[in-house]
């Protein structure tokens, strides 16, 4: 059960878009197409922005977009926001029913 | 509105135990699988354990498997982790969260986290 890989931190000016990326491997977000992105801003509760890869829950802005290839999935968020900094985590079902996040990665907005 | 309200955290000794609570609203409670998830202070998200509809079926981390016991109580829209033989390392904010519905989707809506803390 190794975390997945996030990069540490991603930049972007408003209105930019910027991508963030999770790898892991063929028994977790390769071998499946569970892959979820959370929004965490401090001292809230975690938000749930992408499920089954590329799925948006209603309420998520379509700036919001996931999408995968092979052990590698990523969220992409177009025309940046203030409110777009935050902490985001992937995270992958790695079957036997257990569940593997990345690192994290703090998005900030300059 | 759907609420996860989580209680309990303290902070507690090495080798102690500790039972965390979350109290649900605003869903069908025994209609889904819940999770608890971990965050160490300063550190990413941990996926700790996770439990089918009706109980019968429970899953947990390598990290906590066989110290932690995850359990609900459909009656009362609670779900429990019960923690023994804590460890500093255990020191974290404990989330539980609802699954998007049964045991092969991951969580969806959260609640805010009781802070546990290990230490002499």
């Known amino acids: 059960q190794s975390a997945l890989t996030q990069p540490a931190s991603v930049s972007g000016s408003p209105g930019q878009s910027i991508t963030i990326s999770c790898t892991g491997t063929s028994s977790d977000v390769g071998g499946y197409n569970y892959v979820s992105w959370y929004q965490l801003h401090p001292g809230k509760a975690p938000k749930l922005m992408i499920y089954d890869v590329s799925k948006r829950p209603s309420g998520v802005s379509n700036r919001f977009s996931g999408s995968k290839s092979v052990n590698t999935a990523s969220l992409t968020i177009s025309g940046l926001q203030a409110e777009d900094e935050a902490d985001y985590y992937c995270c992958s079902y790695a079957g036997s029913s257990t569940w593997v996040f990345g690192g994290g990665t703090k998005l900030t907005v300059l | 509105e759907v609420q996860l309200v989580e209680s309990g955290g303290v902070v507690v000794q090495p080798g102690g135990s500790l039972r965390l609570s979350c109290a649900v609203s605003?869903?069908?409670?025994?209609?889904?699988?819940m999770h608890w998830v971990r965050q160490a202070p300063g550190k990413g998200l941990e996926w700790v354990s996770l439990i089918s509809w009706d109980g019968g079926s429970t899953y947990y981390a390598d990290s906590v498997k066989g110290r932690f016991t995850i359990s609900r109580d459909n009656s009362k829209n609670s779900l429990y982790l019960q923690m023994n033989s804590l460890r500093a390392e255990d020191t974290a904010l404990y989330y539980c969260a609802k699954a998007e519905y049964d045991i092969l989707t991951g969580p969806d809506y959260w609640g805010q986290g009781t802070l546990v803390t290990v230490s002499s």
């Open positions: 605003g869903f069908t409670f025994d209609d889904y699988a």
